[in-house]
């Protein structure tokens, strides 16, 4: 292979660690707060991105985990990729951040910080981030953040809980100085496939929240805000064109704008979404693994062509390929099935199990709350 492939990104998850435990949460280890996963020193992380950069030629990394803060050796790698002319991003929480460590981290000119509020009050977000005081926190932390002069996109994930407080979010986000938000569908990979029935939202409840955002969007509420909608939303559930000026996406896998992910293991993997590693899912520092192969190899390039029967012959197939394809693994067991956000208003059966797995829910937390 002559030359180095182009990679418009890699989600380098830095630790399996997280003070935080998100009922949305993608990470596949999350129930044990990665106990199980062998997140590797220093050296070995180091050893890691070095040869998957030097093998493939990456416009930006996107460094998350886990929480990425509390990685306490984090700043060591953010200077072994800047050292390779490699733009840097950040996903946190913003619950570890304070204005000593925002200050350390300005320097680097990272392209932006995105933390996560999943409501207007502490109880909301807090319900959605499994514990309280960590809105307080957020709040803290983004303060920090703007106050070092280090750019914040706000993100929301959409859940069936949340959907119809979007609009109150969002003027949150707005008193905060933030004006780029990543409104993002629950989708039930990893962890939060075990949170499937009582997080997915309906069509209805996007739509509710996408046209509470139009507003924001348009600068109907103050200065005007850029939305972008990062978890693709099947365009056979909702017409996204009627829904300006909020941004929309498509599954990236197999195309330009692929960002991979590299795990606390060393394996790579399509995004972080997707449990199953790539080329043999082997820890990328095997002398065996070349990177610069997995990323244009026929797991990757062929990956939408393989679609559930439920698709066949939609004109958004090729783009689409059936929502996320991830999602689908995790919660209905194959990728024979479309997204489970779409599935949920297809198929009466899971639409049954959903609804049931909602009722015995809201029964145990009543019981709870007598006991």
Known sequence: MSGRPKVYSVAIEVTAHCQQKCAYCYNAWREDNGAGMEAGSAKKLHARVEKLLSAVDVDHVTITGGEPFARRDLFELLDLVKSKGVGIQIISNGGLVDDALAARLAPYGVSYVQVTLDGPTAELHDEHVGGEGHYAKTLRGIAALRGAGVPVVGCTVVTRKNASRVAEILALFQSLGVRH??????????????????????????????????????????????????????????????????????????????????????????????????????????????????????????????????????????????????????????????????????????????????????SRRRLEVIA
Not at 269 to 289: E, F, N, Q, W, Y
Not at 296 to 309: M, S
Request: charged letters at 25%.
């Open 181 to 362: 938000i990543a409104l993002s569908r629950f989708s039930p990979a990893g962890y939060a496939a075990r949170h499937a029935a009582e997080l997915l939202p309906s069509r209805d409840d996007l739509l509710v929240a996408f046209k509470q955002a139009i507003p924001f969007a348009k600068g109907e509420r103050g200065e005007r805000m850029r939305i972008t909608c990062t978890m693709p939303v099947p365009p056979c559930a909702v017409e996204v064109e009627e829904l300006a000026p909020l941004e929309f996406g498509v599954c990236a896998i197999g195309s330009s704008m692929q960002e991979f992910a590299l795990g606390p293991d060393g394996r790579l993997r399509h995004c972080t979404l997707h449990g199953s590693g790539l080329g043999g899912a082997k820890d990328i520092l095997d002398p065996d693994v070349d990177p610069a192969r997995i990323v244009v190899g026929p797991e990757v390039k062929e990956y939408k062509r393989t679609l559930p029967e439920f698709c066949a012959g939609c004109s958004h197939a090729s783009s689409c390929a059936g929502g996320c394809g991830a999602a689908s693994e995790w919660v209905l067991g194959a990728r024979r099935f479309p997204d489970p956000f779409v599935w949920q208003h297809v198929d009466d059966e899971f639409a049954a199990k959903l609804s049931s797995e909602r009722e015995a829910a809201r």
